[in-house]
Nanobody, 115 residues
């Protein structure tokens, strides 16, 4: 079992930045991968970024060069640094932990990009 708590969402103007945090209840180094997903209103949830147990990262094409996933193993926390935000980044952002064949989700945090 893994409990995840996200924080850091909010309202930001286009071109602005936010950093999301995801605190896990167990050692994230033991988790296969930590992921950020997002779900715009009325649309399907989509994968945004992944960091593997080994530290390898990947980012979805729409956010490459703007978003960066990282982690602090000592604090069991994963981050999503979001720069140059666009209105189309507006969504509920979810932290996900993939452990063996199971997936665990946080409660989500709203990110709204609007002037």
């Amino acid at each position: 079992q893994v409990q995840l708590v996200e924080s850091g969402g909010g309202l930001v103007q286009p071109g602005g930045s936010l950093r999301l945090s995801c605190a896990a209840s167990r050692n994230i180094f033991a988790i296969n991968s930590m992921n950020w997903y997002r779900q715009p209103s009325g649309k399907q949830r989509e994968l945004v970024a992944t960091i593997s147990r080994e530290g390898t990262t990947s980012h979805a094409d729409p956010v490459k060069g703007r978003f960066t996933i990282s982690r602090d193993i000592g604090k069991n926390t994963v981050f999503l640094q979001m720069n140059s935000l666009k209105p189309e980044d507006t969504a509920v952002y979810y932290c996900n932990a993939h452990l063996y064949s199971d997936d665990y989700w946080g409660q989500g945090t709203q990110v709204t990009v609007s002037s």
